[in-house]
């Protein structure tokens, strides 16, 4: 298994920056692809941003040019760098990890973003 744990989320005014992060722990050599998905409260929840081992990134249309995803070499830490932020960018943001051993996406327990006007 792999835990997740994710920090940074915080109340922050239109245009601020904010940066979390997502520590792992486990069985984090079995790890391909980490990302962060986002729940909107009415809304399903929402791909932000994926990072293969390779490196490779998706970010989601919304967030494209404004957010910024990385992590370690060994799946143990990854951020998400959020610019320009905006209030529908409120949301509960969670931390995931795709593991190669049971093909199981694993999920932290959210860091509350919010954006006031």
């Known amino acids: 298994q792999v835990q997740l744990v994710e920090s940074g989320g915080d109340l922050v005014q239109s245009g601020g920056s904010l940066m979390l992060s997502c520590a792992a722990s486990?069985?984090?050599?079995?790890?391909?692809?980490m990302g962060w998905y986002r729940h909107i409260p009415g809304n399903q929840r929402e791909m932000v941003a994926t990072?293969?081992?390779?490196?490779?990134?998706t970010y989601g249309d919304s967030v494209k040019g404004r957010f910024t995803i990385s992590r370690d070499t060994a799946w143990r830490s990854m951020t998400l760098r959020m610019d320009n932020l905006i209030p529908d960018d409120t949301a509960v943001y969670y931390c995931?990890?795709?593991?190669?051993?049971?093909?199981?996406?694993?999920w932290g327990q959210g860091t509350q973003v919010a954006v006031a006007p």
């Open positions: 995931t990890a795709n593991s190669a051993l049971n093909s199981q996406q694993y």
């Open positions: 486990g069985q984090v050599f079995s790890v391909y692809k």
């Open positions: 990072i293969t081992s390779g490196g490779d990134t």
